[in-house]
């Protein structure tokens, strides 16, 4: 089944050689999950990558019965990302403070998802930002040391809410 | 398991001196890499040679004289300007015994050139030939360090902590100048403190006024380098499932956070030695902005 999948989303180089990675048990369950759900290739790349980090971390399926439950009734993207936030627990818990940091502020609309392309911007951010200036201070200085990459996302809808 | 045969020569059509590659973003240490060979016969699990298939043989470059041929312009080019330039960019440096030959003519370019500073970066013992030369302070023998644990775990073949420490004490005693590198650095919390012991082990033993300089670079990786390693060693990397974060350059590397507090711990254990110029390799503004042993001498260092 992985193999048809490989086929018929032409997958890359780098996708094949992680899934050629998996133990059975995880590539049985990444199987099963393709039974109910059609990620895309970027999806199932970080839906192997993480489990595949989880498995070696902690020696045990993360791909269990509970996971399957989440990923058929809430969607395989929001399942990934919960598995992400385990992956990356340290992370997620700043990236929650900042939420609660950001939110304190009194703007609205802020919405800050988990994006490891952004997870420098946010753990830099999370010490420096007490109040609106502050946040468009930091919002210049971001963008000058990595060249606004992603930062429209965060500041887009700071200036939205403002 | 040794992947690796007896070296072969092959010519060079390409040039043998570039500045160190480093990476977008990050800042520069005005470094050129110089090399007579790439490859390494040493094992180690995070070495970005392992991913490139067709460096897994060592290949000597046949044409040594236009090397010399080019490191002659290069440097007429550089006028008085200091000038770092090293070997060990996609080799080890003193591994091989077919290169001594090039490198005792490359440590001999010290002599003509006073504004070069050579470097012989290695994990290995191999300096007996160094040993029965006259030395200078321009030509700088340097050893990549590690805690003795991951040097069991991930740089198999190579020599152990306490021999590279010794040859670094035999090298600064002859008059040679020496370097460090603790590079990768694995920032984990349960392995900061034997890094500080390394640091102490390091210059309680190495005559500090040969030390020339220190770098230090956290561990990093590309997806390709990851997929590589777990391809090699199979799936007991655990190193790996530290909590990476991808940086603007593609490299992923620990939490900023993480790295801050491990270079301003390790930097301010080398400080309270002396003051050696100790800097960062591949790290940008970003983080040398908080960094508290840094002083202008090592920014100096690296506009050069």
């Given at each position: 089944?992985?193999?048809?999948y490989?086929?018929?989303?032409?997958?890359?180089?780098?996708i094949?050689?992680?899934?050629?990675?998996?133990?059975?048990?995880?590539?049985?369950a990444?199987?099963?999950?393709?039974?109910?759900?059609k990620p895309?290739?970027?999806?199932l790349k970080?839906l192997?990558?993480?489990?595949?980090?989880?498995?070696?971390?902690?020696g045990?399926?993360p791909?269990?019965?509970?996971?399957?439950?989440?990923?058929?009734?809430?969607?395989?993207k929001?399942?990934?990302?919960?598995?992400?936030?385990?992956?990356?627990?340290?992370?997620?818990?700043?990236?929650?403070?900042l939420?609660?940091?950001?939110?304190?502020?009194?703007?609205?609309?802020?919405?800050?998802?988990?994006?490891?392309?952004?997870?420098?911007?946010?753990?830099?951010?999370s010490?420096?930002?007490?109040?609106?200036?502050?946040?468009?201070?930091?919002?210049?200085?971001?963008?000058?040391?990595?060249?606004?990459?992603?930062?429209?996302?965060?500041?887009?809808?700071?200036?939205?809410?403002? | 398991?040794?992947r690796?045969?007896?070296?072969?020569?092959?010519?060079?059509?390409?040039?043998?001196?570039r500045?160190?590659?480093?990476?977008p973003?990050?800042?520069?240490?005005?470094?050129?890499?110089?090399?007579?060979?790439?490859?390494?016969?040493?094992?180690?699990?995070?070495c970005?040679?392992?991913?490139?298939?067709?460096n897994?043989?060592?290949?000597?470059?046949?044409?040594?004289?236009?090397?010399?041929k080019e490191?002659?312009s290069?440097?007429?080019?550089?006028?008085?300007?200091?000038?770092?330039?090293g070997?060990?960019?996609?080799m080890?440096?003193?591994a091989?015994?077919?290169?001594?030959?090039?490198?005792?003519?490359?440590?001999?370019?010290?002599?003509?050139?006073?504004?070069?500073?050579?470097?012989?970066?290695?994990?290995?013992?191999?300096?007996d030939?160094?040993?029965?030369?006259?030395?200078?302070?321009?030509?700088?023998?340097?050893?990549?360090?590690?805690?003795?644990?991951?040097?069991?775990?991930?740089?198999?073949?190579?020599s152990s902590?306490?021999?590279r420490?010794?040859c670094?004490?035999?090298?600064?005693?002859?008059?040679?100048?020496?370097?460090?590198?603790?590079?990768?650095i694995?920032?984990?919390?349960?392995l900061?403190?034997?890094?500080?012991?390394?640091?102490?082990?390091?210059?309680?033993t190495?005559?500090?006024?040969?030390?020339?300089?220190?770098s230090?670079?956290?561990?990093?990786?590309?997806?390709?380098?990851?997929?590589?390693?777990?391809?090699?060693?199979?799936?007991?990397?655990?190193?790996l499932?530290?909590?990476f974060?991808?940086?603007s350059d593609?490299?992923?590397?620990?939490p900023?956070?993480?790295?801050?507090?491990?270079?301003n711990?390790?930097?301010?254990?080398?400080k309270?030695?002396?003051?050696?110029?100790?800097?960062?390799?591949?790290?940008?503004?970003?983080?040398?902005?908080?960094?508290?042993?840094?002083?202008?001498?090592?920014l100096?260092?690296?506009?050069t």
């Amino acid at each position: 089944m992985i193999n048809d999948y490989i086929r018929d989303n032409k997958c890359s180089e780098s996708i094949k050689r992680l899934l050629a990675l998996l133990p059975p048990d995880l590539l049985e369950a990444v199987e099963k999950v393709l039974t109910y759900s059609k990620p895309n290739p970027p999806t199932l790349k970080l839906l192997a990558e993480t489990a595949l980090d989880l498995k070696i971390k902690t020696g045990k399926n993360p791909l269990d019965e509970k996971f399957h439950e989440l990923a058929s009734s809430s969607g395989i993207k929001d399942a990934v990302d919960k598995l992400r936030e385990l992956r990356f627990e340290k992370i997620t818990s700043i990236n929650t403070d900042l939420k609660k940091q950001i939110s304190g502020l009194g703007l609205k609309n802020i919405n800050i998802k988990f994006d490891t392309n952004l997870e420098e911007s946010f753990i830099e951010l999370s010490s420096r930002i007490y109040s609106p200036e502050d946040l468009n201070a930091v919002k210049e200085e971001l963008a000058s040391l990595i060249e606004g990459k992603g930062l429209d996302k965060i500041f887009k809808t700071y200036n939205d809410g403002k | 398991m040794i992947r690796y045969s007896k070296p072969t020569t092959t010519v060079n059509k390409g040039k043998f001196i570039r500045p160190c590659p480093c990476s977008p973003g990050r800042l520069r240490c005005s470094y050129y890499t110089i090399s007579p060979a790439v490859g390494c016969p040493f094992d180690c699990s995070y070495c970005f040679l392992n991913f490139y298939e067709e460096n897994r043989d060592i290949k000597i470059y046949s044409n040594s004289d236009d090397m010399f041929k080019e490191l002659h312009s290069f440097m007429a080019s550089r006028k008085d300007l200091p000038t770092r330039l090293g070997t060990g960019e996609f080799m080890d440096s003193l591994a091989l015994k077919e290169l001594d030959e090039i490198n005792s003519k490359l440590a001999q370019m010290t002599d003509k050139y006073p504004n070069l500073i050579i470097e012989f970066k290695t994990k290995s013992t191999r300096i007996d030939a160094f040993l029965e030369r006259p030395a200078n302070r321009n030509i700088v023998l340097s050893w990549s360090l590690n805690p003795q644990s991951v040097i069991d775990s991930d740089e198999a073949r190579t020599s152990s902590l306490k021999e590279r420490i010794d040859c670094a004490k035999k090298a600064g005693t002859h008059g040679y100048g020496v370097a460090l590198h603790l590079d990768p650095i694995f920032m984990e919390d349960s392995l900061l403190e034997e890094y500080l012991s390394l640091v102490d082990q390091t210059l309680s033993t190495v005559p500090l006024k040969n030390i020339r300089w220190i770098s230090m670079g956290g561990f990093r990786y590309t997806e390709e380098l990851k997929l590589s390693m777990l391809e090699r060693t199979g799936l007991k990397r655990t190193r790996l499932t530290a909590e990476f974060i991808k940086c603007s350059d593609g490299k992923y590397r620990y939490p900023r956070y993480q790295r801050v507090k491990f270079y301003n711990a390790i930097g301010s254990r080398i400080k309270s030695y002396a003051d050696i110029n100790t800097y960062m390799c591949m790290e940008g503004p970003d983080i040398w902005r908080h960094i508290h042993f840094d002083d202008k001498k090592v920014l100096a260092l690296l506009h050069t």
